[in-house]
Each structure stands twice: as structure tokens, then as C-alpha cells.
């Protein structure tokens, strides 16, 4: 049974740091792009971070630009997200998603795996 396993949430002060991790079992994840999103209370999933198959490109949306940073490691068929200098408004539930696929989709709905969520919690 495919399946994509988020780890690494938890609650920090504002400016702090937190690493999520996203394994894969059942499947290889070296063929897919993985993308990371997250859904803020009362609000729509977004678009955080993206990573392609084989890690040469890596993308990031603006709010979290500069600092978040996608990685994969294809050996460990994990992706992670580093998150420094956390604001109060990346409070969220961070899920990644995986879709066999060479290249970069950015619209949610083109995925076809998803983890259960894990939360982030961002307060003083």
C-alpha cells in the first residue's frame, strides 16, 4: 500500500526552526516530484515547496522564500522541508504529496499521493 508519512511538527516560538520529513513506503519516491502544502485554520490549502524527481530543481513560494528549504534523499526515500525564522502565520497543518512525474505541477489536485498531515504550530 502506497503511502507518504509526515513527521517533524510540533510548536515553536517565533523565529525558531523546525525540520518535516516526509517517507514514503510501499512505493520509490526517485521517479516523483513532491510538493509540500499546508492549510491554515479557515483557510484553503497552499503551496509551500516543491522538489522534481531527481532534486535539480527546487521551488519555493514567495511567503517562505528564502526561508524554507526543500531536500531529498532518494537512498532514504524521504523528502524534508527545513523551516527557519518561523512566523506566526506558518502556523498550519503541512502535508506533502507525490506525483510520478518529470517535471514541476504546482496545482494540488495533480497529485495523487497525500500524507495525513502533520502540524505546526508557531506562537510565543
Known amino acids: 500500500q502506497p503511502q507518504l508519512v509526515e513527521s517533524g511538527g510540533g510548536l515553536v516560538q517565533p523565529g525558531g526552526s523546525l525540520r518535516l520529513s516526509c517517507a514514503a513506503s510501499g512505493f520509490s519516491l526517485d521517479r516523483y516530484t513532491v510538493g509540500w502544502f499546508r492549510q491554515a485554520p479557515g483557510k484553503e490549502r497552499e503551496g509551500v515547496s516543491w522538489?522534481?524527481?531527481?532534486?535539480?530543481?527546487?521551488t519555493q513560494a514567495d511567503s517562505v522564500k528564502g526561508r524554507f528549504r526543500i531536500s531529498r534523499d532518494n537512498a532514504k526515500n524521504t523528502v524534508y522541508l527545513q523551516m527557519n525564522r518561523l512566523k506566526t502565520e506558518d502556523t498550519a497543518v503541512y502535508y506533502c504529496?507525490?506525483?510520478?512525474?518529470?517535471?514541476?505541477?504546482?496545482?494540488?489536485?495533480?497529485?495523487?499521493?497525500w500524507g495525513q498531515g502533520t502540524r505546526v504550530t508557531v506562537s510565543s
Open positions: 504529496a507525490a506525483i510520478e512525474s518529470g517535471r514541476i505541477p504546482y496545482d494540488e489536485y495533480q497529485y495523487n499521493y
Open positions: 522538489i522534481s524527481s531527481n532534486g535539480g530543481t527546487a
